[in-house]
């Protein structure tokens, strides 16, 4: 499988460390030296659909795939206003799809949950075109009063199309058994014969823990699949990890003794964007002339659950 077009699309409103300042007890420095976030981008006059579409759009143009000979799309999403239909349904007639499509959520490591799938879709010729969306608004999960979560998020798109071809050379997914450090829970419809006892909760998370946990678990990862590859750090010139904290990229660096050039980043301009985060930063550095041709990436991700994924791919220019 390779990647034949990237497209990704931001909500207009910036919103930064400073503005934040004036409701919550925080401050720019404060953000900045622990996360590294500067500005996050927030939904406020657009929704998240709108930005599916944009960023689909965009990938599908740069491929050069016409909408028909998609013949799946594969949608990345934790959760937005609609449970039903999937997100993935709502994009297909504004996109003039006609395929099966599901949500997958795989937390903030779905993209890489999506790749592998689209991956044994191709390989057992179930598809040929996969259009892979992934669409978050994690800004809405948050409680707005709580300095622990709501500075961290930020909403955005992005969106891949796949097709046969040389460049994913390997994947490793993991699930463990943490599902405490990182929930956020809607409710359901009371029956007769069940009362909610329990009302909708924002996003809870134990940053200390999430923090030791996607640190520990990317090495993993990281060393497992280079190992079982038979490569070394030195080997990847990309690192595009999943952009939550800059202090997680900087442990995992450190411990892979790779040179900070190695490890773009984009957290300090939209903050955590979920499962969009690892295909935003693709589509900017494609777009931009910085990955080049033949060069060897490598994707790692984390997200609650605590799920995590990895995939080693060689890179082939798109040309815009
Ligand atoms: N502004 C100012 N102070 C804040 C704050 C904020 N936005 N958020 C927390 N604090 C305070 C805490 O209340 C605490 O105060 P105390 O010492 O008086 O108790 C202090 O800062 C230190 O808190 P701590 O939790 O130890 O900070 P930290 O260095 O671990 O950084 C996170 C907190 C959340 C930035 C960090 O743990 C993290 O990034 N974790 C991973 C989160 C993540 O990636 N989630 C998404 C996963 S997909």
């Not at 034949?4 to 900045?32: H, Q």
């Not at 965009?58 to 000979?69: K, L, Y």
């Not at 937005?80 to 709502?90: A, C, D, E, T």
């Not at 823990?209 to 990309?238: P, Q, W, Y």
Request: glycine content about 8%.
């Amino acid at each position: 499988m390779k990647i034949t077009g990237t497209g990704s699309a931001l909500p207009e409103k910036v919103v930064t460390n400073d503005m934040l300042a004036g409701f919550l007890d925080t401050s720019d420095s404060w953000i900045t030296s622990r996360t590294g976030i500067r500005t996050r981008h927030l939904l406020s006059t657009e929704t998240l659909t709108d930005l599916a579409l944009k960023a689909a759009n965009a990938a599908i143009a740069s491929s050069g795939v016409q909408p028909e000979d998609i013949d799946y799309l594969i949608c990345s999403n934790v959760a937005n206003s609609y449970v039903s239909p999937s997100l993935g349904s709502i994009l297909l007639a504004p996109l003039g799809l006609c395929c099966p499509t599901f949500d997958l959520n795989g937390a903030c490591a779905g993209l890489v949950y999506s790749l592998d799938i689209a991956d044994s879709f191709l390989k057992t010729g179930r598809a040929k075109n996969i259009l892979i969306v992934a669409a978050e608004e994690p800004s809405r999960f948050c409680n707005w009063h709580e300095r622990e979560t709501s500075v961290l998020f930020g909403d955005g798109a992005a969106a891949l199309v796949v097709t046969e071809g040389e460049g994913f050379k390997d994947f490793l997914l993991t699930a463990d058994t943490h599902t405490e450090v990182l929930y956020y829970k809607r409710s359901l419809e009371e029956t007769p014969y069940d009362r909610l006892d329990e009302k909708t909760e924002p996003l809870v998370m134990n940053g200390r823990e999430v923090f030791r946990l996607a640190v520990t678990s990317c090495i993993d990862d990281i060393d497992k699949i280079l190992e079982k590859n038979n490569m070394s750090g030195h080997d990847i010139d990309l690192y595009l990890l999943h952009q939550a904290n800059f202090r997680i990229i900087e442990s995992i660096r450190q411990h892979l003794e790779q040179p900070r050039e190695k490890f773009p980043t984009n957290m300090q301009n939209y903050g955590n964007t979920s499962s969009a985060s690892i295909g935003i930063l693709i589509d900017e550095l494609s777009r931009t002339g910085q990955l080049k041709d033949g060069a060897t990436l490598l994707l790692s991700a984390f997200g609650g659950g605590f799920v995590t994924g990895a995939a080693i791919l060689k890179w082939s220019q798109i040309n815009y």
